[in-house]
């Protein structure tokens, strides 16, 4: 079992590998955001309170629920980076970063937008919204951390520290709405005793959940396949792959 961990860990094993993966993540993240938008935008039907400015969670909680997904995930990587020291966590931690600022990015606009209309103000200092503000500072500074060090080694340190303590950011976001007072709604899915969202308008919004999901794994695959080729370009199979023509 071990030497199969210590050959999926290996770059040039997993660049193939991920290769082959791409378009079976790929064709169904295509095919599940066509129907997730829809669904979501056609046959769901208008909210009684806010009207059809509600769809606009279609985005927006997917788009939310991958930013702390992605940490996570992130956390996990460079845990056993630090811990067992697998080339291949570090990599994936790096190329994951710039895709969990873009979602929580795309969180924060969407919210913004939604907000507008809703509560009469683009942005208020909500326990949710700034928590997850400071996510995003903390994707940002996981990837300054690796930029402004110049010995890989000890900036792969720095960063997964970094991420290792924002951590406990994460919780905050997840329970924000009950922590404390907040004019941001508290959550309508995962109350299973009884669910506060019609299953009309829920089935689109997991629809989309699953659609971001393979988004971000196509996005993951793509960017550690270019990132393996970077790290690995002296090595000899990069140059029997250029010599090849099989980039």
């Known amino acids: 079992m071990w030497a199969w961990i210590h050959r999926f860990g290996s770059p040039r094993y997993f660049y193939a590998f991920a290769g082959k993966l791409l ?3 790929a064709v169904p993240c ?3 955001f066509a129907v997730g938008l829809y669904l979501g935008l056609v046959v769901a039907p208008g909210d009684y309170e ?3 400015s509600y769809r606009i969670i279609y985005v927006h909680v997917p788009s939310a629920w991958m930013s702390m997904f992605v940490y996570v995930l992130m956390a996990v990587f460079a845990t056993i980076g ?4 697998v080339k291949l966590a570090e990599v994936m931690a790096t190329a994951s970063a710039p895709i969990g600022a873009s979602f929580t990015f795309l969180a924060l606009v969407t ?3 939604w907000g507008k209309p809703m509560w009469g103000t683009w942005w208020v200092w909500d326990a949710r919204l700034t928590s997850e503000l400071i ?3 903390l994707y940002f500074g996981f990837m300054a951390l690796q930029s402004a060090i110049g010995d890989r080694q000890t900036a792969w340190r720095a960063a997964s520290i970094l991420l290792l303590v924002g951590v406990v950011n994460i919780p905050i976001i997840h329970y924000s709405v009950e922590w404390w007072y907040t004019l ?3 959550a309508t899915i995962a109350k299973f005793g009884k669910p506060s969202i019609h ?4 089935i689109p919004l997991l629809v989309m959940a699953v659609a971001f999901k393979l988004f971000y794994f196509t996005v993951l695959m793509s960017r550690v396949r270019a990132e393996i080729l970077q790290r690995e370009r002296r090595t000899n199979w990069v140059r029997e792959l250029v010599s090849g023509g099989e980039l």
């Open 184 to 186: 941001h709604q508290p």
């Open 30 to 32: 295509i095919i599940l």
């Open 82 to 85: 630090l811990i067992w020291r």
């Open 111 to 113: 919210g913004s937008i």
């Open 23 to 25: 378009p079976w993540l």
């Open 199 to 202: 299953v009309s308008m829920l």
């Open 135 to 137: 996510l995003l500072f």
């Open 50 to 52: 806010q009207g059809e």
